[in-house]
Every structure is written in structure tokens, then in C-alpha cells.
T-cell receptor, first 111, second 113 residues
Framework: SQQGEEDPQALSIQEGENATMNCSYKTSINNLQWYRQNSGRGLVHLILIRSNEREKHSGRLRVTLDTSKKSSSLLITASRAADTASYFCATDASGTYKYIFGTGTRLKVLA | AAGVIQSPRHLIKEKRETATLKCYPIPRHDTVYWYQQGPGQDPQFLISFYEKMQSDKGSIPDRFSAQQFSDYHSELNMSSLELGDSALYFC????????????FGEGSRLTVL
């Protein structure tokens, strides 16, 4: 990966369970974003957290950011089969406008 | 609402041929990004443009070039194609004055035979 790693790389859970994905990055950032990608499709923006924020919520999504550890986590609560997708974090290094993506977590939610 | 439009959606080329991908950003977006995504891989940043000028460069091979035109659409030109160039190529756009969210097109799938 150009910027960081995500873990786990694959996650399989039952519908209704929570899914937690982690992302680490290497440089100082302006913000960190999470994206979702269905197989072979374009990436869809889920949530953005700024470097001066520690936690953010959007519907069933909760994102945390720890700039001292250069890491973030994405929690999806009460997962649904439709949440099955790959999830990527993306960061823009301070002083640039380019967004670098992590390796991604493939989430499978079983009905 | 208008989205990012990419064309063609699918492209098949032979080794050593040339390919051109086009991207039409969301109206009033001033920044365009190009990413390459191989099978099972993360999107790799290639290049970006802001107000028709190259702003950042990533792991773009010398065989590739890109530009942004006066109407803000962008083209990615790929020459001397290699088998390893087979991938999904995504274009994304944003307005630099906005939050930072990238809006992605559906991608162009290039297959090199």
C-alpha cells in the first residue's frame, strides 16, 4: 500500500453483528476518509474525520481517529447483508491534496 | 444529481497498443484524480489536476500521460501497453473548497491481451 495498512483484510460476520475495521497510515494528515466499494464498482464516500477530531458518527457508522498512533477504526453496527463490500480508508498527507488509499477490508455479512 | 462520467467503461487492447480514457467531473469541481486498481488491490494514486494544472503525481508510469482540458474533463493516455496495465481505472473529482470528499466514477476496465 502507498500509505497504510488495514486490518483485518477479510472479515465475515453474521447479520446483526457489529463489524470493526482498522486502518493505519504513515504521515501527518489533514483528514481521513472511509470509502466503500462493491465488487468492480466505483468507490462511495462514507465518512470524513478531520485530524483535529477524535470520533464521528453517521447513522450506523462510527469512526475514531488516533493521530498519535496514526490509526483509525470504522465500526458498522447492526450489520446487514447489503453491507457486504470492501472498505478502504484514504488519507491526504499534510501539505498535499492527493488521497492515498489503504489496502482495504473485505467484509462479508451473512444473512 | 450529475455524477462523474468515465468512458469507455470497458476497453480491450493488445500489448504495445495505446489507450485513452476520459473523465468528465461533476460540474463546478475543480480537481480531478486518477487511480489504478488491479484485481484484489487497493486503488493506487496516479496523478491529479487542479484548475487544469497537474497538482500531484503518484506512481504513474512514464508510458502514461494525462491532462485536464479547459472544460475540466481529463484524459489519461496510456502507450506501449503491457499485460500488467490490465486494471480498473478510476477518476474522481472534488471541489477544493469543499470538505474533501472525493466523488468517483464507475471506472474504466482495461484488459490488455
Amino acid at each position: 500500500s502507498q500509505q497504510g495498512e488495514e486490518d483485518p483484510q477479510a472479515l465475515s460476520i453474521q447479520e446483526g453483528e457489529n463489524a470493526t475495521m482498522n486502518c493505519s497510515y504513515k504521515t501527518s494528515i489533514n483528514n481521513l476518509q472511509w470509502y466503500r466499494q462493491n465488487s468492480g464498482r466505483g468507490l462511495v464516500h462514507l465518512i470524513l474525520i478531520r485530524s483535529n477530531e477524535r470520533e464521528k458518527h453517521s447513522g450506523r457508522l462510527r469512526v475514531t481517529l488516533d493521530t498519535s498512533k496514526k490509526s483509525s477504526s470504522l465500526l458498522i453496527t447492526a450489520s446487514r447483508a447489503a453491507d457486504t463490500a470492501s472498505y478502504f480508508c484514504a488519507t491526504d498527507a499534510s501539505g498535499t491534496y492527493k488521497y492515498i488509499f489503504g489496502t482495504g477490508t473485505r467484509l462479508k455479512v451473512l444473512a | 444529481a450529475a455524477g462523474v462520467i468515465q468512458s469507455p467503461r470497458h476497453l480491450i487492447k493488445e500489448k504495445r497498443e495505446t489507450a485513452t480514457l476520459k473523465c468528465y467531473p461533476i460540474p463546478r469541481h475543480d480537481t480531478v484524480y486518477w487511480y489504478q486498481q488491479g484485481p484484489g488491490q487497493d486503488p493506487q494514486f496516479l496523478i491529479s489536476f487542479y484548475e487544469k494544472m497537474q497538482s500531484d503525481k503518484g506512481s504513474i508510469p512514464d508510458r502514461f500521460s494525462a491532462q485536464q482540458f479547459s472544460d475540466y474533463h481529463s484524459e489519461l493516455n496510456m502507450s506501449s501497453l503491457e499485460l500488467g496495465d490490465s486494471a480498473l481505472y478510476f477518476c474522481a473529482s472534488r471541489s477544493r473548497g469543499d470538505s474533501g470528499e472525493l466523488f468517483f466514477g464507475e471506472g474504466s476496465r482495461l484488459t490488455v491481451l
